[in-house]
């Protein structure tokens, strides 16, 4: 089961920031927090990842709580090409291998 | 070149045909991956391969037969498959690496192919 929690959807305007939040209460010390998002009829992508402290990327920024049990995207300017499902995705080591495990995600519509 | 390919893009077969899916990644990474989506929802892991040796099984159906005949190449050969196995299949590949961040292993992903099961 997916260890993290998101709102379903949210909307924002273009050219706006957007912050897409993230509950991982369970989070345990060693776990990667990941973004991955999913535009219409494609494939997912990487976003962005961090483990404890804040991360910036040609993409986006990455803030994660001092508790580690919360974190949030940041696209500093949306726009309609931001369009997507975004995923918070804690990462599972399974015999050497990882697991991305999926949650339901936030479905960020963005207005022109 | 970070771009993973599948084909078919688009495939319709009937409950007693045996079809295969094709994914290829020229980057030279050592994790393959099905995942299974369907619509509306989230991605579903199926199959992990490390090292072209099948590392992790999700409990898949035995009418879902993953290969990974060399490195760069994952078919999933399907028989006998239902209607509600139709979806949306997708493949990723992996190499895990040292980035700014620790260690990092991202995920490419492919288009996927659109599975309809008559």
């Known amino acids: 089961d997916a260890k993290t929690t998101q709102p379903n959807s949210m909307e924002s305007n273009e050219e706006e920031p957007v912050h897409l939040p993230c509950n991982h209460s369970t989070i345990s010390g060693t776990d990667y927090i990941h973004w991955y998002r999913q535009l219409p009829s494609q494939g997912p992508e990487y976003v962005i990842h961090g483990l404890t402290s804040n991360v910036n990327n040609r993409m986006a920024s990455l803030a994660i709580a001092e508790d580690r049990k919360s974190s949030t995207l940041i696209l500093h300017r949306a726009t309609l090409r931001d369009a997507a499902v975004y995923y918070c995705i804690l990462i599972e080591r399974w015999g050497g291998s990882e697991k991305l495990v999926f949650g339901k995600g936030t479905k960020l519509t963005v207005n022109p | 070149d970070t771009e993973v390919t599948q084909t078919p893009k688009h495939l319709v077969m009937g409950m007693t045909n045996k079809k295969s899916l094709k994914c290829e990644q020229h980057m030279g990474h050592r994790a393959m991956y099905w995942y299974k989506q369907k619509a509306k929802k989230p991605p579903e892991l199926m199959f992990v391969?490390?090292?072209?040796?099948?590392?992790i099984n999700e409990s898949v159906p035995s009418r879902f037969s993953p290969e990974c005949p060399n490195s760069s190449l994952l078919n999933l050969h399907l028989h006998a498959l239902q209607p509600e196995d139709s979806a949306l299949y997708l493949c990723?590949?992996?190499?895990?690496?040292?980035?700014?961040?620790?260690?990092?292993?991202?995920?490419?992903f492919g288009p996927g192919t659109r599975l309809l099961v008559l």
């Open positions: 391969y490390s090292y072209e040796k099948l590392s």
């Open positions: 990723a590949s992996s190499q895990e690496r040292q980035g700014s961040q620790g260690r990092q292993e991202t995920q490419y």
